[in-house]
C-alpha cells in the first residue's frame, strides 16, 4: 500500500492481481487497474502496439487493453499473477508493477500498459524505481538484481547477489539509500552494493527474514521489518 501525491489516492495491491486506488476522503475505490490479472497477459490477445507507445529496451511494447480499468468485481482468472510490489515515477508519471515473471509499466490516469518487460527467469521478488539516478531496480527470487533505465526501459546491467540468506537463500525486500549512492537487498540480513564503486558488504543480520525496509533520509538510517 502506498500513497501517491500526484493523483492524491492511496493505492493497493493484492494477490489477486489488482491494484486498487483508494479515495480516502469518500471512503470508496475509484478505480481498478487489472493488467495482471490471467486474461491480459503476454501470448493471449496479442495486438499492434499504439502509435507513440514504442521505447527501446528489453521488453514488449503493450497497447491499452478493456480489461486494464474494468469496475471492481469477484471474479478473477486463475491463471491471476498476485502482484508482489509497485512504485511510482514522478518524472515518468507511470507505476510500475511486479507479478510473476513479469513487470508491468503503466500509466495510473488512463490504466493503459505502457511497457511489459517478461524476460525474467524467476518470479519477481521486490522493485523500486529511483528518479534520481535515473534507475529501475528489479530483483528476482533467484536473486539476480537488474538495473533499468527508469525512461528507456533499456536494461544496464543484471548482477547477481551472492550473499546467502536464511531459512531461505533468497531476496525479499530492497531499498536505496541516495545520499549513500548504494541500494541494499535483504534476506535475514542487509547487503549493500555501492553503484560508483560496485562494492558489496553485509550490514544486519537476524535469524528471521526481513520483510520490509525503509529509508529515512533525515536520519541517513535504514529500517529493516522482520517477520
Not at 529496451?57 to 482468472?77: F, L, Y
Not at 490504466?111 to 531496480?137: G, K, M, N, R, W
Request: negative net charge.
Amino acid at each position: 500500500m502506498k500513497y501517491i501525491e500526484e493523483i492524491d489516492m492511496v493505492l493497493s495491491s493484492s494477490h489477486d492481481g489488482r491494484v486498487c486506488f483508494l479515495d480516502i476522503e469518500k471512503g470508496t475505490v475509484n478505480k481498478v487497474f487489472m493488467g495482471h490479472c490471467g486474461h491480459d497477459k503476454p501470448g493471449k490477445n496479442k495486438t499492434t502496439p499504439s502509435s507513440g507507445s514504442n521505447r527501446p529496451g528489453s521488453g514488449t511494447n503493450r497497447p491499452s487493453t478493456a480489461q486494464s480499468g474494468v469496475p471492481h468485481t469477484n471474479t478473477v482468472s486463475n491463471n491471476a499473477d498476485g502482484i508482489i510490489c509497485f512504485d511510482f515515477s514522478k518524472v515518468g508519471k507511470y507505476i510500475c508493477s511486479g507479478g510473476g515473471r513479469q513487470v508491468l509499466i503503466w500509466d495510473p490516469f488512463t490504466l493503459e500498459i505502457v511497457y511489459t518487460l517478461d524476460h525474467f527467469a524467476s518470479p519477481i521478488a521486490s522493485l523500486l524505481i529511483q528518479d534520481c539516478v535515473e534507475l529501475l531496480f528489479i530483483t528476482t527470487t533467484d536473486k539476480v538484481i537488474s538495473l533499468y533505465h527508469n525512461i528507456t526501459y533499456e536494461l544496464l546491467q543484471s548482477i547477481t547477489d551472492k550473499a546467502t540468506y536464511r531459512p531461505e537463500n533468497k531476496i525479499s525486500c530492497m531499498v536505496y539509500a541516495p545520499q549513500l549512492k548504494s541500494f541494499y537487498c535483504g534476506g535475514n540480513k542487509l547487503t549493500s552494493y555501492g553503484l560508483e564503486r560496485g562494492t558489496e558488504s553485509d550490514n544486519v543480520r537476524d535469524d528471521d527474514d526481513i520483510c520490509s525496509t525503509l529509508y529515512n533520509s533525515l536520519f541517513q538510517q535504514i529500517t529493516t521489518i522482520y517477520r
